[in-house]
């Protein structure tokens, strides 16, 4: 069955430092999403991107943040200059396979800025 | 008012045991419905749609009620394995199918 991928599995930077989060989504899949979870909380949306561009982003999703999709086949989530507070498990989707609702969910980085 | 809410927990039941989580949304815009299970640390897995007409997907039953902005999930038999967080989604119109998340509900089931 087809999955969702993303690597690293944990990351630990230092504050101020920049991360690149990958993910592989379902190749038939047209939409993609960033999600993050902090510890103890309810899952956050952060971002959506479909046909190479952002589609929808939230308000946590500033200045500090990026997604691109490098190469037809990875989307990756690129955190500038890293804050404690972005501490959290980010999960990547993709949909549009029958139905572009449902999502399915890669098994998440565990980001841990020290 | 949160947009989606649901009562944390956890329920704690034993196994056999029907259990019942609902959960209400504010935004009446909302279009498309889910339930979806995530296990301690890790991603959330879709474990059912929401249809306006109810749907049942063998020991699971999914209702939702439009007019009172609520949805619930039914478990019948409950099993060791269906210990989990529950979590219930939402999709607004307009919102290029983003997922607005509940804080879920905690089951545990025991022996």
């Known amino acids: 069955e087809p999955e969702v991928t993303q690597t690293p599995s944990h990351q630990v930077t230092q504050m101020g430092q920049e991360v690149i989060l990958r993910c592989v989504p379902i190749?038939?899949?047209?939409?993609f999403y960033w999600y993050r979870q902090i510890l103890g909380q309810k899952v956050e949306f952060l971002v959506s991107f479909y046909n190479n561009e952002i589609s929808e982003k939230s308000e946590i999703f500033d200045d500090q943040f990026s997604v691109e999709r490098p190469d037809g086949s990875n989307f990756t989530l690129k955190i500038r200059s890293t804050k404690l507070e972005d501490s959290a498990m980010y999960f990547c989707?993709?949909?549009?396979?029958?139905?572009?609702?449902?999502?399915?969910f890669g098994p998440g980085t565990r980001l841990l800025v020290l | 008012r949160k947009e989606v809410e649901q009562d944390p927990g956890p329920f704690n039941v034993p196994e056999g045991a029907t259990v019942a989580f609902n959960c209400t949304y504010s935004n009446s815009a909302s279009q498309s419905f889910f339930w979806y299970r995530q296990d301690c640390r890790k991603e959330p897995k879709l474990l059912m749609s929401?249809?306006?007409s109810g749907n049942e997907d063998g020991r699971f039953t999914a209702q939702l009620n439009r007019a009172s902005q609520y949805i619930s999930l039914l478990i019948r038999d409950s099993k060791l394995s269906d210990s989990a967080t529950y979590l219930c989604v939402v999709i607004t119109t307009g919102t290029a199918s983003k997922l607005t998340f509940g804080t879920g509900t905690r089951l545990q089931v025991t022996l």
């Open positions: 929401v249809y306006s």
């Open positions: 190749s038939n899949h047209l939409y």
């Open positions: 989707a993709s949909g549009g396979g029958l139905s572009r609702e449902t999502q399915y």
